[in-house]
C-alpha cells in the first residue's frame, strides 16, 4: 500500500518560514506528479502547488506566487514546499498528494494518494 509521510509543520510568525516535506513509499511514482493542497477550518481543500514528474514544470496558486516554491528529488521519492513570507492565512492543514499522470492539475480529485497532513499555523 503506497503512504505518503508530510512532515515539516510547526508554529511560525508571519513573515517567518518553514519547508515541508513528502516522503513516498514507493520509487516508481518518482514517474508522477505531485501536489500540496491545504485545508483551513471550515473551508474546502485547495491546491496550493503541483510539479511535474521531472521537477521542471511548477504550478502555483495565485495567493502563493513569490512566496511559495515546489521541487522535488526524485532520488529520494521526496517532494518539498519551501514557504516564505508566512501569512496568517496560511495557517491550514498541509497534505501532499500523487496523481498517477506526468502533469499535475489544481482538482482535488485528480489525485489517487494522499498523505495525512501536516499542520502549519501562522501567529500575527
Known amino acids: 500500500q503506497v503512504q505518503l509521510a508530510e512532515s515539516g509543520g510547526g508554529l511560525v510568525q508571519a513573515g517567518g518560514s518553514l519547508r515541508l516535506s513528502c516522503v513516498a513509499s514507493?520509487?516508481?511514482?518518482?514517474?508522477?506528479?505531485r501536489g500540496w493542497f491545504r485545508q483551513a477550518p471550515g473551508k474546502e481543500r485547495e491546491f496550493v502547488a503541483g510539479?511535474?514528474?521531472?521537477?521542471?514544470?511548477?504550478y502555483y496558486t495565485d495567493s502563493v506566487k513569490g512566496r511559495f516554491t515546489i521541487s522535488r528529488d526524485n532520488a529520494k521519492n521526496t517532494v518539498y514546499l519551501q514557504m516564505n513570507s508566512l501569512r496568517p492565512e496560511d495557517t491550514a492543514v498541509y497534505y501532499c498528494a500523487i496523481r498517477v499522470a506526468p502533469v499535475p492539475t489544481n482538482e482535488r480529485n485528480d489525485y489517487n494518494y494522499w498523505g495525512q497532513g501536516t499542520q502549519v499555523t501562522v501567529s500575527s
Open positions: 510539479i511535474n514528474w521531472s521537477g521542471e514544470r511548477t
Open positions: 514507493e520509487r516508481t511514482f518518482g514517474s508522477y506528479a
